[in-house]
């Protein structure tokens, strides 16, 4: 079966870094997403990775490893708007998006 | 950027009754769309995939019956949840497919349905 896998919640304090893991197993692979997702809301798109590395886009940066099926999302400079789920999906080998169930990012002062 | 919008953003209704969700995409053609589900605290699943003209593609478990999915034009799909009971209230969210890629989505801001 096809498997995502990220932590339920993490929580850190405003300014810190912190660093939300994902390791997946799916049919194929044809990049990694992560979105933020607030409560009510539809997610959103934070980054894409479908070759091993880190892709950095501000304070947010995204790293790939396709032997490991692992992945992470590191938010630096947290600030309370940054408290939202986070959620890693994978472009499977029939470009369906295949979710995790999220980690909910708890920021505190 | 890409616009998708759903209408209605919010629906009540009895249960018995039955709830049509539009997905627009408003400023680029979409062949295939894509219908999502998401539970509190859970994943998103996805239900079907919607092409225009054709038939969309049902995900195990989702009955077709129920949930009917018609894509009728380049920009609009529509979601309508039949005879809807207490267990199909949820967050309904479509996504649209940018055209020539299969690694862009955009998202509609999502439905609340609640059914009493």
């Known amino acids: 079966g096809q498997n995502i896998d990220q932590p339920t919640e993490m929580t850190a304090t405003e300014g810190a870094i912190v660093q939300i893991n994902c390791t997946y197993q799916t049919s194929g692979f044809n990049g990694l997403f992560w979105y933020q997702q607030h409560a009510g809301e539809a997610p959103t798109f934070l980054s894409y990775?479908?070759l091993d590395g880190l892709e950095e886009k501000g304070r947010f940066s995204s790293f790939l490893s396709r032997s490991k099926g692992y992945s992470y999302l590191l938010l630096k400079e947290l600030q309370m708007k940054d408290s939202a789920s986070y959620l890693c999906?994978?472009?499977?080998?029939?470009?369906?998006?295949?979710w995790g169930a999220g980690t909910k990012l708890i920021i505190k002062p | 950027g890409a616009v998708v919008s759903q209408h209605p953003s919010r629906v009540i209704c009895k249960s018995g009754t039955s709830v049509k969700i539009e997905c627009r995409s408003l400023?680029?053609?979409?062949?295939?769309m894509f219908w999502y589900r998401q539970f509190p605290k859970q994943s998103l699943m996805l239900m079907a995939t919607s092409n225009e003209g054709s038939k969309a593609t049902y995900e195990q478990g989702v009955e077709k019956d129920k949930f009917l999915i018609n894509h009728a034009s380049l920009t609009l799909s529509t979601l309508t949840v039949t005879s809807a009971h207490p267990e199909d209230s949820s967050f309904y969210i479509c996504s649209a497919r940018w055209p020539d890629s299969y690694n862009e989505q955009f998202f509609g801001p999502g439905t609340r349905l609640t059914v009493l």
């Open positions: 999906a994978v472009l499977n080998s029939n470009y369906q998006l295949i």
């Open positions: 400023d680029f053609q979409a062949t295939t």
């Open positions: 990775n479908v």
